[in-house]
Structure formats: C-alpha cells, structure tokens
C-alpha cells in the first residue's frame, strides 16, 4: 500500500506516488548540484524537468491512475545519472570551440551556487541593445526595465558607461530572479500593449494609463478649436504640443524597453499568479459556454460578453495556453516544494529582435507615428471644416437657391464631413472595444463618401453655372437742364439699417463685393458701383446707368436686370446716388452691379464728392467696360479726358 | 583498459554531428532527436543531450524557440543557426574524411597489409 499525493510538475498536475516523487526529488537535486558548476545550468535542469513531466504525462495518458516507482526509475535509467554523463560532460565542454573553454572556465572560477548568480554579466537572454541593463538588474534583483529606464532619462552620461559595459562584461543567459515583471500585454493592447502591461503592473484598469497618456492630446485638440465655448478655463494652462509630443516619445520609449510577455511563465510574472489564473479561469468557462451554446443553437446568444466576441480572432493562439490546466499556489502544496523552486527560474529568455528585427521595429513605430499624426490632422481638418462650414453657412443664401441646390448642399456636407467623422469615432470605438471590424460598413461608408463627393461635385458646377453668361441693360436718367457750369455729384445714404454677411475670422473686410442686407431681408444691398465719366457729344449733361448682372442663361439675367433699384435724384445741379444697388433677396449673388455713366459737355465740368472716390477707382466690369469701349469708338479720336481726382476738365480734346 | 570508456569515447566523437544533422533537416525538440538517435540503434544517455544542447546554444550554434505543447510543458524547438550550418558541414567533412579513412585502414585485407610490411 502506497501514499498517492498530487504534485504540480512544470505547469502538469501528476499524480506520484510518495515513495516516486521522493526519488524524483532527490534526482533533480542531485542534477542541479551536477550542473551548477556549467553556465546555464539552471536551464539545463530545466529542460530535464520538461521532458520528464513529458514523460509522465505520456504515462498517465495511456491509463495508468499514478506515477510509480518503477516509472521513475526507468525514466531516470533512460536519462542517466549523473555520474554517469560526468566523464562525457568533462571532456566534451572543450569540444565545440573556443567559446567552451571560456564558459568552463567561468564554472570552475566562480564558487558554485548563489555566488554564480550574483556576479555581474551582460543578459544575453533578455536584451534590447547589449543586455547590459537587463545583467545589472539581474546583479540588483530588480526588473530590467526600471535600469532601462534610468539609462535612457540619463542617456547623455549614462551612454559612455553603457557602451564600457557592454565591452567589458561577458554575456551570458541569465535568468530572472524577480518574481514580478513589466512587461506588455499582448492580450490588452491598442498599439504595443505598454498601458495594458502597466496596468497589468499595477492590478488596475487598462483606461486608466491609457487617458493618462492621451490626456494631453485631447486637451490639445480642444485648445485647437478656439472657439470651444469653456476655452478661457485652459487659457493658463500651456497645453503645447511639446508636452503632447513627449508623452508620444515616452510611450515609444516604453514600447521599446519594456519586453512583450510571450510566454505563459511571463505572463504570470506580468499579471502576478492568481489574477493569471483567474483571467484563464474566466476565459476557459467563457470558452466553454460558448462553445456549449454553440452546440446548442448554432449561434452565439447575445448574452455572450463583449470581449469574448471580440477576442475571437486570436482566440486560436490563445488554446493551447488555457489547455495547460490551472495550478493552484505552491505554497499550498509543501510537497511540491523542490520542483515549484527549480520552476521559479525558469524564465523562457524572451526571443528578442536582432539587430534587423530592430530595424524593423523602428521603420514599425516610425509608419505608425506618421498615420497617428495623419490620422489626427485629418480628424482637426475634418473638425474644422465643420465649423468652417457652420461659419460660411450665412453665405448659403446667396450662391445657392432654395429646394434641390439645398438639398444637395446638405447631403453632400452631411455624407463628406459626417462620414469620415463618424467612422473615425466608430474605428476608435472598436479598437477600444477590442471589437472585429466589419468590412461591410467600410465598403458602404466609402461608397456613401464618395456619393458626397459627387454631389459636391455637381453642386458646385450648378453653382458655377450660375455665373456663365453676363448681360446688361442700359437706362438714361432723365436730367433736367443745368444752369451752372457744373454738375455736382453726391451720395445719398441709405437711410435704414442693414447687415452684413459675415463669415467670421475677420475676412469680410476682405471681400468687398458681398452685399448687405436690409432689415426685412427681402433685398440684397450691394456696393458695387462704379462711376464712369466722358465726353457727351452734344451741349448737354446725360447720365445712363448700365447695370449687370450674371446668370445660366440670357433671359433670366435680363429678367434680374428689370429687378434693379437704384433711383438717381436730382436737385438743380445736384446729382444724388444712391448708396446702395438693390437687388431682390431671391436672386441671390450673380456679381450685381451698376455703372453710372456721366456724359460731359464742352465747357463744363463736374465735380464728384469725395464720398464717391472708390466709385470712380473701380474699374466697371468687363462686359460693360466693353460696350463702353464701343460707345466711344465711334465718336471719339482723341485721348479720353484724363479725370483728376475732384473734377474733369472735358471738352477741350474733343474734335 | 575500460570497454566501457572506449566505446563512450569512440560514441561521443560522432554524437554533436547526429544530433546537429537531425537538427539540419528540421526544427527538432530534444524528445524528437532522443527518439531517431534510439531508433537508429545509437544509445544516447538523455542527461547528456540536455547539457550538450545547451552549450550549442551557447556557442550560437543552435538557437530555439518555444512551441507550447498541448501534452506537457512547452517545448523548446531548436534549429541550426548561419554558423551552426557551417558548423555541420565542417563536421560532415571531418566525419566523411574518417569514415573512409577508417573503413581503409580496418577492412585492409590481411594479406596486403603483410605485403606492405614486407616490402617495406
């Protein structure tokens, strides 16, 4: 009758016999003492250990309850004594060339156990350049990554001493004696896994690092929309791109020092044992419920958690890990003691990039950086275009009509900015939400963009449209005879009050021709007059007016024409213009404007207020310039008067 | 004279140029080359493939990486580096150079090898 007692071996739950697993443990004990002497002994013991609990489970796989003595025995036959392979081990270390002799030599000059392990060396295990901080966090008990991170704050100084260290020290694979880890966490990442390795760390929400490393971002971004209504509150606050660009960098930084947990042992070294084996645990019974719903109604029910659904795509990856069967804490097993302690240092030295892989890793966080830095210009311009929009919307009413221009203005708007817009916030949404992207809706999205942008299209060719032809239309003002020698010209302002178009940012003073609006809002204001000043051909003053205007087709701008106010009044030898063109609401900006056409007699004069300057210097439109320039062909050979700035002296080239 | 020494020494000599042509012709894990090196008639004494992997390793003559297992813990899958590979075809010259060498020098008929010494 034997004592059966359950170990945890490598990661397997074995069932041994008491008498076996003594035996056991004195075997792997006397293996440790053989290898301590050779350099990577530990690992060495370690793979010893692998393959028996390989063995065993091979055993207990073909139906036998428990390991026995026997079991143990031939296994032990099978792989030797130690003594045994002593005469072979000494002798084949010279062997494989120079590089043995060093390593036997470092076996026999360092005093075996502990001593071994706390000289200094470079980690060739773990290393992201030399493996110079990684060998001194392992002289100081500490995480490789925290050195790393001294060294790279205070790269200027701390450059030389690495670079001396990295000559002078010898590498050697080292493992890890800490039982805790940084590491990032493949399993909760949005970009490299630094925030879901540091929350990890610290047992706290992966959001959490993740607002702190985006906060200075957003309060940017918010900083960027100046009219963002609670500006004032950030005014004394200097959200810089400085710091936002050092918390990119700080990231990057971390993403390049802080190892990826690969293997099952790292990540348990990352999240600490039980919240390991709880995360398995959960995922497992997940897994399983799934899988049984599954086998039920062949389809996933909705009650399944939004993180199973998500983490589907690497789910395949993940099996083999949560086959391995949960173990319980050593501590509660003192049976397991010996086989957990050589377990401890088993760390799978993480496969880290050579110098290409490096390479690659950098061009990798270079690639991302600039689609990040894309990615957000694109959102601001997006961003700002809406508001630009918002802020040009007072404009809509003179370039575009009501009814099918204005519903194509407010499709193409919504689909080009709107669809952009919200697919960013949905894409950010799903890598957040870890959710699978469907490319369904990217296809029907970039359909439906590109429909906006085809309307967009179309309504700025209609827009343009509206400006293909111009025509004019010519009035002489009745004019009373005048006795003086001179005609004098003035302006009457506009009595009332009017608006004007402003499209913010300070622009409108820019744009002189946008008209004004008067108070009912029914007619359009506009400043655009020009006053043009000739010779008359007879003895007598003449004023015309020559308005113009643009349109799709001729008629229709004849048809605005008719529409046109602008009374010119006369008081003796007082001419009164008006201070405005108007022009009905409905027609809209079609580049309105008037010409006042002053024909002067031989021997007299006019003289113009200086009210009218900008009248006189703008040059009229060029269809009327033309049908001026033809008026005054016919009868004029000389020189047209030359206009000083108050008055015109006339008559006197006239032939 | 020990047998038994000679013939582990005479073992030993040819065991690092199997294990690295089991390893040449694919990624192997120890199990694997324990099982063609039983199957071919070579003994090999487990405890001795371990510490002899591990200072290829060392040596960056083999590298390896890890395959979880679904039977047992994860296993380490070695593979032959750049200088492995040149390693091995060094060894496979050496290791022809001798075969024919020896096949000469013991399956010399008897005769020829008295005439030899006469002659000389």
Same mark, same amino acid.
């Not at chain 1, 802020?391 to 221009?405: A, C, N, T, V, Y």
């Not at chain 1, 309504?459 to 005609?487: H, N, W, Y």
């Not at chain 2, 890890?66 to 593979?79: A, D, H, I, L, N």
């Given at each position: 009758?034997?004592? @059966? =007692?359950?170990?945890?071996?490598?990661?397997? @739950?074995?069932?041994?016999?008491?008498?076996?697993?003594?035996?056991?443990?004195?075997? +792997?004990?006397?293996?440790?003492?053989?290898?301590?002497?050779?350099?990577?002994?530990?690992?060495?013991?370690?793979?010893?250990?692998?393959?028996?609990?390989?063995?065993?489970?091979?055993?207990?796989?073909?139906?036998?309850?428990?390991?026995?003595?026997?079991?143990?025995?031939?296994?032990?036959?099978?792989?030797?004594?130690?003594?045994?392979?002593?005469?072979?081990?000494?002798?084949? *270390?010279?062997?494989?060339?120079?590089?043995?002799?060093?390593?036997?030599?470092?076996?026999?000059?360092?005093?075996?156990?502990?001593?071994?392990?706390?000289?200094?060396?470079?980690?060739?295990?773990?290393?992201?350049?030399?493996?110079?901080?990684?060998?001194?966090?392992?002289? &100081?008990?500490?995480?490789?990554?925290?050195?790393?991170?001294?060294?790279?704050?205070?790269?200027?100084?701390?450059?030389?001493?690495?670079?001396?260290?990295?000559?002078?020290?010898?590498?050697?694979?080292?493992?890890?004696?800490?039982?805790?880890?940084?590491?990032?966490?493949?399993?909760?990442?949005? !970009?490299?896994?630094?925030?879901?390795? #540091?929350?990890?760390?610290?047992?706290?929400?992966?959001? $959490?690092? /993740?607002?702190?490393?985006?906060?200075?971002?957003? &309060?940017?971004?918010?900083?960027?929309?100046?009219?963002?209504?609670?500006?004032?509150?950030?005014?004394?606050?200097?959200?810089?791109?400085? $710091?936002?660009?050092?918390?990119?960098?700080?990231?990057?930084?971390?993403?390049?020092?802080?190892?990826?947990?690969?293997?099952?042992?790292?990540?348990?070294?990352?999240?600490?044992?039980?919240?390991?084996?709880?995360?398995?645990?959960?995922?497992?019974?997940?897994? @399983?419920?799934?899988?049984?719903?599954?086998?039920?109604?062949?389809?996933?029910?909705?009650?399944?958690?939004?993180?199973?659904?998500?983490?589907?795509?690497?789910?395949?990856?993940?099996?083999?890990?949560?086959?391995?069967?949960?173990?319980?804490?050593?501590?509660?097993?003192?049976?397991?003691?010996?086989?957990? *302690?050589?377990?401890?240092?088993?760390?799978?030295?993480?496969?880290?990039?050579?110098?290409?892989?490096?390479?690659?890793?950098?061009?990798?966080?270079?690639? &991302?950086?600039?689609?990040?830095? !894309?990615?957000?210009?694109?959102?601001?311009?997006?961003?700002?275009?809406?508001?630009?929009?918002?802020?040009?919307?007072?404009?809509?009413?003179?370039?575009?009509?009501?009814?099918?221009?204005?519903?194509?203005?407010? *499709?193409?708007?919504?689909?080009?900015?709107?669809?952009?817009?919200?697919?960013?916030?949905?894409?950010?949404? /799903?890598?957040?939400?870890?959710?699978?992207?469907?490319?369904?809706?990217?296809?029907?999205?970039?359909? !439906?963009?590109?429909?906006? !942008?085809?309307?967009?299209?179309?309504?700025?060719?209609?827009?343009?449209?509206?400006?293909?032809? %111009?025509?004019?239309?010519?009035?002489?003002?009745?004019?009373?005879?005048?006795?003086?020698?001179?005609?004098?010209?003035?302006?009457?302002?506009?009595?009332?009050?009017?608006?004007?178009?402003?499209?913010?940012?300070?622009?409108?003073?820019?744009?002189?021709?946008?008209?004004?609006?008067?108070?009912?809002?029914?007619?359009?204001?506009?400043?655009?007059?020009?006053?043009?000043?000739?010779?008359?051909?007879?003895?007598?003053?003449?004023?015309?007016?020559?308005?113009?205007?643009?349109?799709?087709?001729?008629?229709?701008?004849?048809?605005?024409?008719?529409?046109?106010?602008?009374?010119?009044?006369?008081?003796?030898?007082?001419?009164?213009?008006?201070?405005?063109?108007?022009?009905?609401?409905?027609?809209?900006?079609?580049?309105?404007? +008037?010409?006042?056409? =002053?024909?002067?007699?031989?021997?007299?004069?006019?003289?113009?207020?200086?009210?009218?300057?900008?009248?006189?210097?703008?040059?009229?439109?060029?269809?009327?310039?033309?049908? +001026? /320039?033809?008026?005054?062909?016919?009868?004029?050979?000389?020189?047209?008067?030359?206009?000083?700035?108050?008055?015109?002296?006339?008559?006197?080239?006239?032939? | 004279?020990? #047998?038994?020494?000679?013939?582990?020494?005479?073992?030993?000599?040819?065991?690092?140029?199997?294990?690295?042509?089991?390893?040449?012709?694919?990624? *192997?894990?120890?199990?694997? #080359?324990?099982?063609?090196?039983?199957?071919?008639?070579?003994?090999?004494?487990?405890?001795?493939?371990?510490?002899?992997?591990?200072?290829?390793?060392?040596?960056?003559?083999?590298?390896?990486?890890?395959?979880?297992?679904?039977?047992?813990?994860?296993?380490?899958?070695?593979?032959?580096?750049?200088?492995? %590979?040149?390693?091995?075809?060094?060894?496979?010259?050496?290791?022809?150079?001798?075969?024919?060498?020896?096949?000469?020098?013991?399956?010399?008929?008897?005769?020829?090898?008295?005439?030899?010494?006469?002659?000389?």
């Amino acid at each position: 009758m034997k004592k @059966v =007692i359950n170990i945890n071996f490598q990661g397997q @739950v074995i069932a041994i016999e008491e008498t076996a697993y003594e035996m056991l443990k004195q075997y +792997i004990e006397r293996l440790t003492r053989f290898f301590a002497r050779e350099e990577g002994g530990d690992e060495i013991v370690n793979d010893i250990e692998c393959r028996i609990a390989e063995l065993f489970g091979n055993r207990l796989k073909h139906g036998i309850n428990c390991i026995t003595d026997e079991d143990v025995a031939s296994i032990i036959t099978s792989i030797g004594q130690p003594e045994d392979f002593d005469s072979d081990y000494e002798e084949a *270390a010279s062997e494989p060339g120079a590089a043995f002799a060093e390593s036997r030599e470092q076996g026999s000059a360092a005093a075996p156990g502990d001593e071994v392990r706390r000289s200094l060396y470079r980690n060739s295990g773990d290393r992201i350049l030399g493996g110079v901080c990684s060998g001194l966090a392992h002289y &100081f008990r500490t995480d490789p990554v925290w050195l790393r991170m001294i060294f790279v704050l205070f790269f200027g100084f701390l450059f030389w001493v690495y670079i001396v260290l990295w000559i002078v020290l010898k590498p050697k694979v080292l493992e890890t004696n800490v039982s805790k880890r940084l590491y990032r966490n493949p399993n909760d990442r949005f !970009l490299g896994g630094v925030c879901g390795g #540091i929350a990890a760390y610290f047992k706290i929400d992966s959001w $959490i690092p /993740r607002l702190i490393f985006l906060l200075p971002l957003l &309060f940017n971004l918010i900083g960027m929309i100046s009219f963002f209504p609670l500006n004032y509150l950030f005014d004394e606050v200097d959200f810089s791109w400085n $710091i936002n660009m050092s918390m990119v960098v700080v990231y990057i930084v971390f993403w390049i020092i802080i190892p990826e947990a690969k293997s099952v042992k790292q990540k348990l070294e990352m999240m600490g044992e039980e919240e390991y084996i709880r995360s398995i645990r959960e995922r497992v019974s997940n897994n @399983v419920a799934t899988a049984r719903s599954r086998g039920d109604g062949g389809e996933v029910p909705p009650a399944v958690p939004a993180y199973m659904a998500a983490g589907t795509d690497d789910s395949f990856e993940k099996v083999s890990i949560d086959e391995m069967p949960p173990h319980p804490s050593d501590a509660a097993r003192p049976a397991d003691h010996s086989a957990s *302690a050589n377990r401890a240092h088993v760390a799978p030295p993480s496969e880290r990039p050579g110098c290409l892989n490096g390479f690659i890793l950098l061009l990798k966080i270079i690639f &991302f950086s600039f689609v990040g830095i !894309l990615a957000l210009v694109m959102v601001s311009a997006f961003v700002a275009f809406l508001f630009a929009g918002a802020q040009m919307m007072p404009l809509k009413s003179l370039f575009i009509d009501p009814g099918q221009e204005t519903t194509l203005l407010y *499709a193409s708007l919504i689909l080009l900015i709107g669809i952009p817009v919200v697919s960013i916030l949905v894409w950010i949404a /799903r890598r957040v939400m870890k959710a699978k992207s469907r490319p369904m809706i990217g296809l029907i999205s970039t359909i !439906l963009w590109i429909g906006g !942008l085809v309307a967009a299209g179309i309504l700025a060719a209609q827009v343009a449209d509206k400006f293909r032809e %111009e025509s004019t239309l010519e009035r002489s003002v009745e004019m009373m005879p005048i006795d003086g020698k001179s005609l004098y010209v003035d302006m009457m302002p506009y009595q009332d009050d009017y608006s004007e178009f402003s499209i913010g940012w300070g622009m409108d003073s820019d744009i002189d021709h946008l008209p004004y609006t008067n108070v009912n809002e029914d007619s359009l204001l506009f400043r655009d007059i020009h006053l043009h000043i000739r010779n008359s051909n007879d003895s007598l003053f003449h004023v015309r007016t020559i308005a113009a205007s643009s349109c799709r087709e001729l008629r229709g701008a004849k048809a605005d024409l008719e529409e046109f106010r602008f009374e010119i009044t006369q008081q003796d030898s007082l001419l009164y213009l008006p201070e405005f063109l108007m022009v009905p609401s409905t027609q809209g900006f079609r580049k309105q404007s +008037i010409t006042v056409e =002053i024909s002067v007699p031989a021997g007299k004069t006019v003289e113009v207020s200086d009210v009218l300057n900008n009248y006189r210097n703008q040059e009229p439109p060029s269809v009327v310039r033309r049908r +001026i /320039r033809n008026y005054t062909r016919t009868f004029m050979t000389a020189e047209p008067p030359h206009l000083e700035d108050e008055e015109s002296e006339a008559g006197s080239d006239v032939v | 004279m020990n #047998i038994e020494n000679t013939q582990s020494q005479m073992r030993k000599g040819v065991l690092e140029y199997c294990i690295l042509s089991i390893i040449k012709r694919g990624e *192997a894990y120890p199990g694997d #080359i324990i099982d063609e090196m039983k199957s071919a008639g070579l003994q090999l004494l487990e405890g001795t493939l371990y510490p002899l992997l591990n200072r290829l390793k060392n040596a960056e003559i083999l590298t390896y990486r890890w395959v979880e297992s679904t039977s047992g813990p994860p296993r380490k899958y070695f593979q032959l580096t750049e200088k492995g %590979e040149a390693f091995q075809a060094l060894l496979a010259t050496t290791w022809n150079e001798l075969a024919t060498g020896v096949e000469l020098v013991t399956r010399k008929p008897k005769e020829e090898s008295e005439l030899n010494n006469n002659t000389i």
